[in-house]
């Protein structure tokens, strides 16, 4: 029997200037482990004229992970963070009980073509952190875990798995792998996993039960210690996943919490402007209205 419990198609989304392929949350899984939120950037071909511009936003009760594969994203933050990541990297922001954030072309590539490409990812925090201080951490690409194992390459980008640790601080058990193969052979490797367990192909395939799945496509497992595929040849695929939470998770626009009251106590906060904000930014971006809203539960 297949280990293949759902299969969830990336779907575009608008957010605001920049079109994206949405990968989670889907109707039928809203999370998978901590994981409430995957976006996928690109690839983007930008002119010399279009640039990457989200302005000011807020997050509260999660921890934001980007990860690029091409490109560069000037980040700044209302701690006074301002740092360019660029492929390889990890941004990881925890929001605990608010951040304000914004994401735009570094200055020196405005005015030149360039690319974009990568992942947005948000993890829930434990209800015991939701209210903790927010705080950010960037680990060069070079300070990540990586190594060969069973003819295929591996990088732990966070959380621990295959006996081995990222230094990505994480709030809770997770983990998010990368695997990259140049040939086609099968991997197992339930046995390094635990919790709940999805599978994301970036580019080439994979082959579960005589089933062929391409990119753009996220496989949830039945059971992370089952999880066992052909990967073909030139195939690049992200495992993430990791121990649920007990208690349901609630998402309007940028803000995830346990609590539905601490979400609209955030809605005002915003819309009158009490959230801290980014050193030498003036734009915002607007409370989006109930009907336009990311609002879903777990």
């Known amino acids: 029997m297949s280990n293949v419990q759902l299969i969830i198609e990336e779907r575009a989304a608008n957010i605001g200037n920049f079109l994206v392929g949405r990968l989670l949350p889907f109707r039928e899984k809203r999370t998978v482990g901590p994981f409430a939120f995957i976006d996928h950037m690109g690839p983007t071909y930008l002119k010399d004229f279009q640039n990457l511009d989200v302005a000011p936003h807020p997050h509260i009760g999660l921890s934001t992970l980007t990860y690029l594969f091409e490109g560069s994203i000037l980040h700044k933050d209302s701690l006074g963070t301002e740092i360019e990541i660029q492929p390889g990297a990890v941004n990881w922001m925890t929001a605990g009980k608010g951040i304000v954030h914004s994401e735009r072309t570094p200055q020196y590539l405005r005015t030149s073509d360039k690319m974009l490409h990568g992942l947005q990812i948000w993890v829930a925090l434990p209800k015991e952190l939701e209210e903790m201080e927010p705080n950010f951490t960037h680990v060069a690409k070079d300070d990540l875990p990586q190594w060969d194992q069973d003819n295929v390459s591996i990088k732990l980008i966070a959380g621990e798995a295959f006996g081995k ?71 690049t695929v992200y495992i993430f996943g990791g121990e649920a939470f007990p208690e349901e998770r609630f998402i309007y626009w940028n803000f995830v919490s346990s609590s539905k009251e601490t979400i609209e106590k955030a809605k005002l906060d915003w819309q009158n402007q009490n959230f801290p904000k980014v050193p030498g930014e003036t734009e915002f971006v607007l409370l989006p209205p109930e009907n336009n809203a990311f609002k879903i539960k777990k």
């Open 165 to 235: 640790k990222s230094p990505v601080p994480v709030y809770s058990p997770l983990y998010f792998l990368e695997i990259k193969s140049k040939t086609k052979q099968k991997l197992k490797i339930g046995d390094y996993l635990y919790g709940e367990s999805a599978l994301y192909i970036l580019e080439g395939s994979i082959i579960s039960d005589g089933t062929v799945f391409e990119p753009k496509q996220i496989l949830i497992a039945k059971d992370s210690k089952l999880c066992e595929f052909e990967i073909s040849e030139n195939t």
